[in-house]
């Protein structure tokens, strides 16, 4: 079973940059495919990016091309999510999540293991 634990979050001026970081533990980090979701105050849980295994194929929702970037280090056994130029409608919890396969990626339900979320504030 993997634990993750997600930081980084705050509170940061529109058009400011902020890094997330999720720490794995538990079972080989490598096995996992990462996502990042996030969720905004009366709204569903939406996906932001995901990651594969290898690093070397990553997803991103529409809002946030451009913009965020997402990344993993083996060694450290953390997934990180790079986020500038950021937004008011950015706002929201940020949560980590990693199953076993890619397929699907984009749906929260095929995650099987979920951090507790780091909230995020982009003042207008």
């Known amino acids: 079973q993997a634990q993750l634990v997600e930081s980084g979050g705050g509170l940061v001026q529109a058009g400011g940059s902020l890094r997330l970081s999720c720490a794995a533990s538990?079972?080989?980090?490598?096995?996992?495919?990462m996502g990042w979701f996030r969720q905004a105050p009366g709204k569903e849980r939406e996906f932001v990016s995901a990651?594969?295994?290898?690093?070397?194929?990553?997803n991103y929702a529409d809002s946030v091309k451009g913009r965020f970037a997402i990344s993993r280090d083996s060694a450290k056994n953390t997934v990180y999510l790079q986020m500038n130029s950021l937004k008011p409608e950015d706002t929201a919890v940020y949560y980590c999540?990693?199953?076993?396969?890619?397929?699907?990626?984009?749906?929260?339900?095929?995650?099987?293991?979920w951090g507790q979320g780091t909230q995020v504030t982009v003042s207008s």
């Open positions: 538990g079972r080989t980090f490598n096995n996992y495919v």
């Open positions: 990651i594969n295994r290898s690093g070397g194929y990553t």
């Open positions: 999540a990693a199953r076993t396969n890619y397929i699907g990626v984009t749906d929260p339900g095929n995650y099987d293991y």
